[in-house]
């Protein structure tokens, strides 16, 4: 049961922009973070970043394009995708934890997980 709620994805020429967004109900949370996952490929990290602090942690495959942030105030957290490519296409998934964990921990650690949102990026 998805205790969180993605928005954002779609079609996206390559070289476009996308912006993603990720709210929900939770308790407290730690880390925030974007996953995503290919088709025949296991779900990998992406970006994370601290709920209290805002440090930020990325993936170096997309490191440079694209930029995490929260707003505590609305309770809510983003992914601002810059020149999207072809491998960038997956199901972009976000999630949180409830405990102190390093930035880039794997997915296993994370408590609370959206149901994904698709992104494709054409050619």
């Known amino acids: 049961q998805a205790q969180l709620e993605e928005a954002g994805g779609g079609l996206v020429q390559a070289g476009g922009s996308l912006r993603l967004s990720c709210s929900g109900r939770t308790g407290s949370v730690y880390i925030v973070g974007w996953f995503r996952q290919a088709p025949g490929k296991e779900r990998e990290f992406v970006a994370a970043?601290?709920?209290?602090?805002?440090?930020?942690y990325y993936a170096d495959s997309v490191k440079g394009r694209f930029t995490i942030s929260r707003d505590n105030a609305k309770n809510a957290m983003y992914l601002q995708m810059y020149r999207l490519r072809p491998e960038d296409t997956a199901i972009y998934y976000c999630?949180?934890?409830?405990?102190?964990?390093?930035?880039?921990?794997?997915?296993?650690?994370?408590?609370?997980w959206g149901q994904g949102t698709q992104i494709t990026i054409s050619s």
């Open positions: 970043i601290t709920w209290s602090g805002g440090n930020t």
């Open positions: 999630a949180a934890t409830k405990t102190p964990i390093p930035l880039d921990a794997g997915a296993s650690t994370y408590h609370y």
